[in-house]
């Protein structure tokens, strides 16, 4: 399969992690392209990944297979309504928007070709993970396309429900935010507890890593994996019950459905 010309509307945070790992594992920067209101934003994102880049939507999208539409929910609405005399049969459209429905973006660009998505920003480290959602019109070539895209930058899960969106937003889409917090403040504590801040740090970090890598690479759960950390009258029984006591798992269910209902609210206010 050739590689699809891709153009990205707006050139932010999330654009740039799809784009700069698309580029280190080595799609060509005459495949990408990018548009962005900002000039500034413009300017940087073509001298680190070397695209060509444009002030005008419109331009962006002229002759390429995919347009990826990685503006902030609330821009949606107007950016796909300006978007829509400009798009071609049988482009792809792939949205990166969190709580922004197929059903609104079809309202919005007429009846297309779409892919919802929802990565997160390890992509840039390819490292990433998405959910992917095509609706009807996407022919398997284009699912091929968007997988692609996806894959470039870390796992890529299809997903048969559209809503499933939310509880993938809540997981993964926000879930790097959560490990940066804990890992915030494992290092404050550690630093409390009398370690120079980076060696605390580094700690956290290296620790982080290797439990991500163990409970991808081991063959039992993460729950066993942490039974057998955890002696008993041990240490990390003493951290654990700590944790349980304040409340940790329902903390965690709660910050999910925080999570997830704002997705759906966003749908609801956004996708009229
Ligand atoms: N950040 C993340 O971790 C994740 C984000 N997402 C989704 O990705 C999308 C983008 O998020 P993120 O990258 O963080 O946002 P950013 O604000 O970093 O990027 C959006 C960019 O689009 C520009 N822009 C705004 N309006 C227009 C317009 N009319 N035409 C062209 N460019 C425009 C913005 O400029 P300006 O700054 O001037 O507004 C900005 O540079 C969101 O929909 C979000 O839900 C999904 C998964 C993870
Ligand atoms: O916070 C947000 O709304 C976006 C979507 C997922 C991650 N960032």
């Not at 495949?31 to 070397?50: C, F, L, N, V």
């Not at 792939?94 to 009846?111: F, H, P, Q, R």
């Not at 997160?120 to 993970?129: D, I, K």
């Amino acid at each position: 399969m050739t590689t699809p010309r891709i153009a990205f509307i707006g050139a932010g945070n999330m654009a740039a992690s799809l784009i700069g790992g698309m580029r280190a594992q080595g799609v060509g920067a005459e495949s990408i392209r990018a548009s962005d209101r900002g000039a500034e934003q413009r300017e940087k994102i073509s001298a680190q990944y070397g695209i060509d880049v444009f002030a005008s939507n419109a331009e962006a999208i002229n002759g390429v297979d995919v347009i990826v539409l990685s503006i902030k929910p609330q821009a949606m609405k107007e950016v796909c309504l300006d978007l829509a005399p400009h798009i071609k049969d049988g482009q792809l459209i792939v949205s990166i928007a969190a709580g922004i429905s197929s059903a609104s973006l079809a309202n919005w660009l007429g009846e297309r070709a779409i892919v919802r998505c929802m990565p997160n920003t390890p992509a840039l480290l390819r490292q990433g993970v998405s959910g992917l959602y095509a609706n009807p019109q996407v022919s398997a070539e284009q699912r091929q396309q968007a997988e692609q895209l996806l894959s470039a930058v870390g796992l890529a899960l299809w997903l048969d429900e559209e809503h499933l969106i939310d509880a993938v937003t809540a997981v993964s889409g926000s879930g790097p935010a959560y490990f940066f917090l804990l890992i915030e403040a494992m290092t404050a504590a550690g630093e409390k507890l009398g370690l120079p801040r980076e060696t605390a740090e580094k700690l956290t970090q290296q620790t982080a890593l290797g439990a991500a890598q163990m409970a991808i690479a081991s063959d039992v759960d993460a729950a066993e994996l942490r039974r057998r950390v955890t002696s008993p009258a041990g240490t990390t029984e003493a951290a654990i019950k700590t944790f349980q006591a304040g409340g940790f798992e329902a903390l965690v269910d709660a910050a999910l459905n925080a999570a997830a209902q704002r997705s759906a609210e966003l749908a609801e206010q956004l996708g009229k």
